[in-house]
């Protein structure tokens, strides 16, 4: 499987500032994808991080508020932006790893609480 | 859309019994069925999935079973361990999308 490795695992933020989420894999990866999770709460899908064009948002989730970097196949950057006590969550980066059985792996996550 | 449902939210067993969790998904096109596992703090892990064409599958103590006519499968724990405590999430989704659709979450809490 895929070493995903993500920083910071986890910061204190302050209302109406923003952070942005590394993700780093140790492959090359075609797909790449945000999930958000909410203390308590499964995981949701924020959007595909695609190579070299712009990230597909799920519906919920606007650019705006989580742009989306994708500038090769092993890295990947989430910003959240303006943030508020909401925002508070556990954000994955994860990836499909196999094309023929189409696994999808998450890293350890950044846990982000906002003040 | 894709919505998969998943009962039990929270579920105690004794140490050494069996345990059920039981998913339904909503969209008959669904083909590929994990499991995930989270303990406290770390990240989900895949622990055992399915695809459409096999009814059921079995890995040690886990089994995972699909019923593609009622839209449910199940994820079966045998002979639980006190380090089978944790949230396991069941998920669906289409080949050629990788889009997966996770379930609520059972909290699984196996009593020694």
């Known amino acids: 499987s895929a070493v995903i490795s993500q920083k910071p695992s986890r910061d204190i933020c302050q209302r109406g500032t923003s952070l942005t989420i590394q993700c780093q894999v140790d492959?090359?990866?075609?797909?790449m994808f945000w999930y958000r999770q909410q203390p308590g709460q499964s995981l949701t899908l924020i959007a595909t991080?695609?190579?070299?064009?712009?990230?597909?948002?799920e519906s919920g989730f606007v650019i705006d508020k989580f742009p989306i970097s994708r500038p090769n196949l092993t890295f990947s950057t989430l910003t959240v932006s303006n943030m508020s006590p909401e925002d508070s969550s556990i954000y994955l980066c994860?990836?499909?790893?196999?094309?023929?059985?189409?696994?999808?792996?998450f890293g350890e996550g950044s846990r982000l609480t906002v003040l | 859309g894709e919505n998969v449902e998943q009962h039990p939210s929270t579920l105690s067993v004794q140490e050494g019994d069996s345990a059920v969790i039981k998913c339904t998904y909503s969209?008959?096109?669904?083909?590929?069925f994990p499991w995930y596992k989270q303990e406290l703090g770390k990240r989900p892990q895949l622990i055992i999935d399915i695809r459409s064409n096999v009814g059921e599958k079995k890995d040690q103590r886990i089994a995972v079973t699909l019923n593609k006519t009622a839209k449910h499968f199940s994820l079966h724990i045998t002979e639980t361990q006190p380090e089978d405590s944790a949230v396991y999430f069941c998920?669906?989704?289409?080949?050629?999308?990788?889009?997966?659709?996770f379930g609520t979450g059972t909290r699984l809490k196996v009593l020694a």
């Open positions: 994860s990836v499909i790893w196999g094309a023929n059985t189409g696994e999808l792996f």
């Open positions: 991080a695609n190579q070299g064009s712009e990230a597909t948002y």
């Open positions: 998920a669906a989704s289409k080949k050629g999308t990788y889009k997966y659709i």
């Open positions: 492959s090359q990866v075609t797909m």
């Open positions: 969209d008959s096109a669904s083909n590929y």
